[in-house]
């Protein structure tokens, strides 16, 4: 199910998005400006950001919110507008898409699942993605559960292989050829070594990805 977080200025504008919401399977949650829009953000998990704009608070104060999910979450935003407002949208805010008060739920619905679905093509491109895990293939970065995993190189390109292939097993000669090259001259237990630092830093008692062949080598879990 999708799950909505809605940022807005008050309680009366909460209450009407909930009533016109709530006739589609989705799951909202709500928060205010004053009320820690970060910790919401990150400890909700939503898929999709609704963010009710208007000069309190002032544009600047909106942007720093919605480049800081961005580049943490990369989360889709779409923007709740005054009437009065299209035209003075900053081109520079990281948003989605908008749309203008008063709300239509359809048209508002509409726009969620379009921007959800550019979204996820776009994702499937440029990430994989398993579970909690996430390799972004543009800048490198990996994350679980959101949080940024600190990599080597090395570590990095064996989790990209492994995770860019769920299911299949690679032997450590296999991996150390398409990893180190054909001409490295290290044994085997390079791998090892190597599998078991990758495996502490994205596994946990809630999180396995990586499982061991024995007697063979190393494959990815697909997912469930």
Known sequence: MTHVLIIARDDETKSK??????????????????????EAVNSGKP???????????PASEIWELTR?????????????????MPGSIDSLLDIGDFVAAPYNSTELILRINRLLHRTESTESKEQIKHNDLKI???TCEVTVEGKIVELTFKEYELLKLLAGNP???????????????????????????????????IEDPDHTFIETVRNIGYRFIKNS
């Open 47 to 57: 898929d999709i950001l609704l963010f009710e704009m208007d000069e309190n608070p």
């Open 136 to 138: 972004d293939l543009i």
């Open 167 to 201: 299911g299949r097993v690679y032997t450590r000669d296999a991996l150390l050829d398409k990893i180190w090259g054909y001409d490295y001259f290290g044994g085997d237990r390079t791998v090892d070594v190597h599998i078991r630092r990758l495996r502490s830093k």
């Open 17 to 38: 998005l909930r009533k016109s919401l709530a006739h589609y399977d989705l799951s909202c949650s709500f928060t205010s400006y004053s009320n820690g829009v970060w």
């Open 68 to 84: 800081r999910v961005k580049r943490t979450r990369n989360l889709p935003v779409i923007a709740l507008i005054p009437g009065e």
